[in-house]
Structures are given as structure tokens and as C-alpha cells.
């Protein structure tokens, strides 16, 4: 099991630089999971897509459904104390640290191509090309 951020699900998703290395990453191990955070952030990046009309509203949204299919079951509430702890402590937004906290709780790695969380919490996050 490992926690993955919304950039890293994107990538398995969508044609970006990273996707290869997504996909090698869940043939190594497909148990992923995410605060529920991830919904809003793949949103996000979905919205990016369609307005530069790289994707369609029907492509964005089939896309929407495959993610959330596969980490049906697999979406956890995080808490709040120790997200802020964690911002307390780093320069990481809010946002990230819901992945980290996530990891913390369950005791595995996040993946993440994110450099600043990588720096703040080497113990917590791996990259993932690692």
C-alpha cells in the first residue's frame, strides 16, 4: 500500500512526462490510496486540461470516474491537528500535508514528484522514480 497524490494519479491518467513511471509504479504495487483531498485536486487538474482543450468535458469526466474507481474504498479523512502540525513544522501547504498525514497514520510511504514535500519529509515521502 502506498498513499499517492493527485499528480501521481493524473500521470497514470493522462499523457504527461511521468506517466511511464506511474505505470511502472503500479505494476509494483496497484494498493494505492489517498485523503479525500485527492478528488478536488484531480478535479483541478482536469480543469486545466479541458481549458487548454486537451481533454474534452466527456474525456475529463470519464477520466473523473476511472480515478475514483480505482480508489473506491481506498479514501481516507484525515485529522485536521495533525495536517496543521505538519504546516507548523514545514513550508508545505495544507494541502500536501494531508498526504503526509495520511502516511504517517497508516505507516506507509507517500509518493509524491513533489520537491517540496520530498525535502520537508524525506522520512514520509519517496519519490516516484524511486
Known sequence: MIVVDANVLASLYLPTDYTAGAEALFERDSDWV??????????????????????????ARDVQSEAESLLSGSEYEVESRQVLELVHDSDCS?????????????????????????????????AMTD
Open 34 to 59: 489517498a485523503p479525500v483531498l485527492w478528488r478536488s485536486e484531480f478535479r483541478n487538474i482536469l480543469a486545466g486540461y479541458m481549458r487548454r482543450r486537451t481533454l474534452s468535458f466527456d474525456q
Open 94 to 126: 495544507a494541502y500536501d500535508c494531508e498526504y503526509v498525514a495520511l502516511a504517517m497514520t497508516l505507516g506507509v510511504k507517500l509518493v509524491t514528484m513533489d520537491t517540496t514535500i520530498l525535502r520537508a519529509f524525506p522520512k514520509h515521502a519517496i
